[in-house]
């Protein structure tokens, strides 16, 4: 996550950058990444000036974005969509206590393994921190970010 977001120390930057270059793995997803936060940067800065992403608008950026994806990725999309934008809103750590949070009130484990029937509480949860952290038009923006992928 920091690497996406650009938080990471210039040391494990260099290291992980060491790794790509021997691991095709690696390089792909962190490819993957990299497409998702440039994306999500566009609708972050959106929504600290106070405006609302639009619905249609998301759900065709996260279809482009499911299109490139390598295969197996699929399961876990959508909450790394989430995370990465709240992320680029509140920092990594308030993200990931956020994604802890919204997992513990929907009785998953880790936002990964957060189900079908627990999402709706899971993304309404989430959306509420968000709300409390950045303000409604974010809130509602991450709403409908949590409907378009499931």
């Given amino acids: 996550m920091e690497f996406t977001i650009g ?5 494990r930057l260099e290291e992980m950058e060491r790794h790509f270059d021997s691991c095709a793995d690696c390089r792909m997803r962190a490819s993957e990444l990299a497409d998702a936060s440039a994306c999500l940067d566009g609708m972050a800065r959106q929504m600290r000036q106070g405006a609302r992403v639009e619905e249609r608008e998301i759900r065709e950026a996260f279809r482009v974005w499911q299109e490139r994806q390598s295969a197996g990725a699929a399961a876990s999309q959508i909450v790394l969509w989430l995370e990465l934008l709240i992320a680029r809103l509140c920092g990594t750590r308030m993200a990931r206590k956020a994604m ?8 998953a484990l880790s936002a990964e393994q957060v189900t079908r029937a627990q999402w709706p509480v899971f993304i309404g949860k989430l959306s509420s921190i968000l709300e409390a952290l950045c303000g409604e038009p974010a809130a509602r923006s991450l709403y409908a970010i949590g409907e378009a992928g499931i």
């Fill in 7 to 11: 938080e990471l120390a210039e040391a």
């Fill in 100 to 107: 802890q949070e919204a997992a513990a009130e929907a009785a």
